[in-house]
C-alpha cells in the first residue's frame, strides 16, 4: 500500500503536478508522509517537504529518521526563512533531540536563527546533561494558581492551551512558580464555576526532576497511568513537563542499543539499513576481535590437557556438547538478569537473592541436561553405536557430573557479571552473551578435564 503510494507522489513530483501533490499530501497522517519522504531521493524528499502546510510539517518532521531531517534543514537552507519557520514551529524537546545530533558548530548556528524567545528555551534544554530528564522536558504546558475559581482556569485555560502539549493535566503552582499539585482536567470541567482551584487539589503529585536519568522517566511512566509528568528543579520550580511519545521513543532506543550490545556489538548510531558498511564493521570488529582472543584461550586449556586426551580421545568427543551447554546456561542468565535490571525488577541490592535462585537453577538444570547425557552414552553403548570401553560408566558420570558443574557456572557467571558491570559503574548489556560464553567455554574445560581426572582416574588416564 504505502509503496503504491510513494509511486503515486514520485509520478506527481515528475510531472510537476504540485496542487495535486498538495491535496493529496492534506489526506495522510504525519507517520505515513514520514515514510513517503523516506524512501525518496534527497532532491524528491525536500519537494515534497516544501508542499506540506506549517503544521503538517512540523508534526512530519518530528517522524523523521535524523539524517532525513538534517536533509530537509540543508534543503531549505536556500531560503532562511523556511528553516527559521520550522525551528520556530518545532516543539522545543523534538527540537533539541534534532540539535543534539548535529555537529556543534551546525547546531549553534541555528539556534541563532530561532526567535529571541526559542532561542532562551533552546538553550537553556541543551544545558542539560545528556541523556536527563531535562533534554527532553517541553516548557510548554498550562498552569493556573491556587487562588484561582475554576472559571477563571477555564478562561485561562482557553487563552493558553493551543500550545500545550497536553491538557489531560493542568498543573498548580504559587506566585513562585513552586509545583502545588497536577489536576485532571475532568476535575475541573465537573467541578462549580464558583469554586477554587485549591478546593481541588490534595497536594499528592509525582514530579520528576530535570537532572535524573531519562530512564527515570521510562520507569514511572510504566508504573503509572498518566500521559504527562511535571518536571521540576531540586527547590521544586515547575521547569517543564515530559510526555509519555517522548520517553516511550528513549525507551525504544535504549532496548534497541542493549539488544545490540547483548548480541556483541556496539550499539549503532543509525538504523541497520542507514549505517554504512564501513560503519558497521567498525561496531562489529571490536567485540569480535576480544572475541577471538578470548576464544584462544580454550585452545590453550586443551593444549593443557593434550596428554590426557592423547591418552583417552574419547573425552573429546563431549567437549562440544560440555561446552555450549555452560555457554548456553550462561547466556540464558545473563538474558534474564539483564532485561530485569531494565524493567527496575531488579535492583543491585538484591544480588543475593538472585545468587540463591540461581544456585538451585543451575543444580537443577545441570542435573537434567547431566542425566540426558548419560542415557545418551548408555543407550549409545548397549546398542552397539559406538563403543566407549569397558569403562564407558565412568565417562559417563564424568560427563553427567561435569555437565552439573558447568551448567552451575554458566548460570552463576552469567547472572552475576551483569551486577558487577552496574556495580563499576558500566552498562550491564555489556555483558553480552557471546562474552558470557567464551569466558563459560575456557573455565568449562578446566572443569571437565578435572572431574575426568578424577573419575577416571589410573583407569584411561
Not at 151 to 166: M, N, V, W
Not at 231 to 240: E, P
Not at 298 to 306: E, I, N, Q, W
Not at 444 to 461: D, E, M, P, R
Amino acid at each position: 500500500m504505502m509503496n503504491e503510494i510513494t509511486n503515486r507522489f514520485e509520478q506527481l513530483i515528475e510531472s510537476r503536478s504540485w496542487k495535486i501533490a498538495k491535496q493529496e499530501l492534506a489526506t495522510l497522517e504525519p507517520f505515513q508522509i514520514a515514510e513517503i519522504i523516506g524512501a525518496l531521493s534527497k532532491p524528491d524528499r525536500i519537494l515534497l517537504f516544501r508542499l506540506l502546510s506549517r503544521e503538517s510539517a512540523k508534526e512530519t518532521f518530528k517522524h523523521l529518521l535524523y539524517d532525513e531531517q538534517e536533509e530537509i534543514i540543508e534543503g531549505l537552507a536556500a531560503n532562511v526563512d523556511n528553516v527559521i519557520g520550522l525551528l520556530n514551529d518545532l516543539d522545543p524537546d523534538d527540537r533539541t533531540a534534532f540539535f543534539e545530533e548535529l555537529p556543534g558548530k551546525v547546531s549553534q548556528r541555528l539556534v541563532q536563527m530561532l526567535s529571541a524567545e526559542e532561542r532562551e528555551i533552546a538553550t537553556r534544554l541543551l544545558g542539560y546533561p545528556k541523556d536527563s530528564i531535562g533534554r527532553l522536558m517541553t516548557p510548554e504546558y498550562v498552569a493556573v494558581k491556587p487562588y484561582y475559581t475554576v472559571a477563571q482556569a477555564l478562561e485561562h485555560i482557553r487563552r493558553f492551551g493551543r500550545d500545550s502539549e497536553t491538557l489531560n493535566v493542568i498543573y498548580v503552582v504559587d506566585d513562585s512558580w513552586k509545583l502545588v499539585d497536577d489536576i485532571h482536567i475532568r476535575e475541573i470541567l465537573l467541578a462549580s464555576p464558583d469554586q477554587i482551584i485549591a478546593d481541588l487539589i490534595d497536594s499528592r503529585f509525582i514530579a520528576l526532576n530535570a537532572y535524573d536519568d531519562q530512564e527515570v522517566a521510562g520507569e514511572l511512566f510504566r508504573n503509572l497511568d498518566r500521559v504527562a509528568l511535571p518536571v521540576t528543579d531540586s527547590a521544586g520550580t515547575l521547569l517543564g513537563i515530559v510526555t509519555i511519545d517522548d520517553v516511550m521513543d528513549v525507551v525504544q532506543e535504549e532496548n534497541t542499543e542493549d539488544f545490540q550490545k547483548f548480541g556483541g556489538t556496539e550499539g549503532l548510531d543509525l538504523s541497520y539499513t542507514k549505517t554504512s558498511l564501513a560503519e558497521l564493521v567498525k561496531k562489529r570488529a571490536g567485540w569480535l576481535v576480544i572475541l577471538f582472543l578470548s576464544e584462544m584461550l580454550t585452545a590453550s586449556a586443551m593444549g593443557h590437557f593434550d596428554e590426557e586426551i592423547s591418552k583417552a580421545v574419547v573425552l573429546a568427543l563431549f567437549v562440544p556438547l560440555i561446552i555450549s551447554s555452560g555457554g548456553n546456561s550462561g547466556s540464558q542468565a545473563a538474558s534474564l538478569i539483564i532485561r530485569a535490571l531494565a524493567l527496575g525488577e531488579l535492583k543491585m541490592r538484591n544480588w543475593w537473592y538472585v545468587m540463591r535462585k540461581e544456585l538451585f537453577s543451575g543444580v537443577l538444570l545441570g542435573a537434567i541436561l547431566g542425566i540426558i547425557g548419560f542415557v545418551r552414552i548408555w543407550v549409545w553403548q548397549e546398542a552397539g553405536l559406538y563403543d566407549y570401553g569397558e569403562y564407558w560408566v565412568w565417562i559417563g558420570l564424568s560427563v553427567s557430573v561435569s555437565l552439573i558443574f558447568i551448567v552451575l557456572w554458566g548460570t552463576l557467571s552469567g547472572s552475576m557479571i551483569p551486577f558487577l558491570l552496574k556495580k563499576v559503574g558500566l552498562d550491564p548489556a555489556t555483558a553480552s552473551a557471546p562474552f558470557v560464553a567464551t569466558l563459560v567455554d575456557v573455565t568449562g574445560l578446566i572443569i571437565y578435564f578435572t572431574i575426568a581426572a578424577l573419575f577416571l582416574g589410573g583407569k584411561l588416564l
